[in-house]
């Protein structure tokens, strides 16, 4: 069965950067694009990117591109986001998804706090 | 970027059909934007309930069906149960890029 075990809460000063990890099981790493998004309290989805474990190819919302890093470490089957320069408003939950016809599917979810 | 519009809140009887719809500000909904449907409950993950505008997941209540109506994307729910009280957020596929709408607060009342 397809799972996707996401790392635990972080709490991050202002100016900081933070790094989730996302690692699926139950499916062959390479054969599926992971999506990322996010939840601010109270608030919607937010789309923020995607990466291709197989070729390393990304894409990255428009607001978030200039903070916001995917990558994916095949030999650990781990896909990995690193968000720089965190302020409050960055303080969400964020998600991995692997979305597809065949099944979509999302991790629980990774709280990240930015507070002083 | 394109900005993706829900309702933000709709009521619906037990047993009723309520229609959820998710528009585009560049223009009509169509095939070509892939449409997802996703439901949330308090405090947990977005679950799939929909891709490519209208097909169904193996966990997919046949109750809920998509399609394209009047330029949106349209999420219906026919019989709703008061387990169905929940958010629902709609995806839009906008080439290399995917919006989430804002999402629709579903009570059913």
């Known amino acids: 069965q397809v799972q996707l075990v996401q790392s635990g809460a972080e709490v991050k000063k202002p100016g900081a950067s933070v790094r989730v990890s996302c690692k699926p099981s139950g499916y062959t790493f390479t054969a599926y694009t992971m999506q990322w998004a996010r939840q601010a309290p109270g608030q919607g989805l937010e789309w923020l990117g995607w990466i291709n474990p197989a070729s390393g190819n990304t894409r990255y919302s428009q607001k978030l591109q200039d903070r916001v890093t995917l990558t994916g470490d095949t030999s650990a089957g781990t896909v990995y986001m690193d968000l720089s320069s965190l302020t409050s408003e960055d303080t969400a939950i964020y998600y991995c998804?692997?979305?597809?016809?065949?099944?979509?599917?999302w991790g629980r979810g990774t709280l990240v706090v930015v507070s002083s | 970027q394109a900005v993706v519009t829900q309702e933000p809140s709709l009521t619906v009887s037990p047993g009723g059909t309520v229609t959820l719809t998710c528009a585009c500000s560049t223009g009509p909904v169509t095939s070509g934007r892939y449409p997802y449907w996703f439901q949330q409950r308090p405090g947990q993950a977005p679950r799939a309930l929909i891709y490519?505008?209208?097909n169904r997941y193996a966990w997919t209540p046949a109750r809920f069906s998509g399609s394209l109506l009047g330029g949106k994307a349209a999420l219906i729910l026919s019989g709703a149960q008061p387990d169905d009280e929940a958010e629902y957020y709609c995806?839009?596929?906008?080439?290399?890029?995917?919006?989430f709408g804002g999402g629709t607060k579903l009570a059913v009342l």
């Open positions: 998804a692997r979305l597809h016809p065949t099944g979509s599917y």
């Open positions: 995806l839009l596929n906008y080439g290399v890029a995917w919006v």
């Open positions: 490519d505008t209208n």
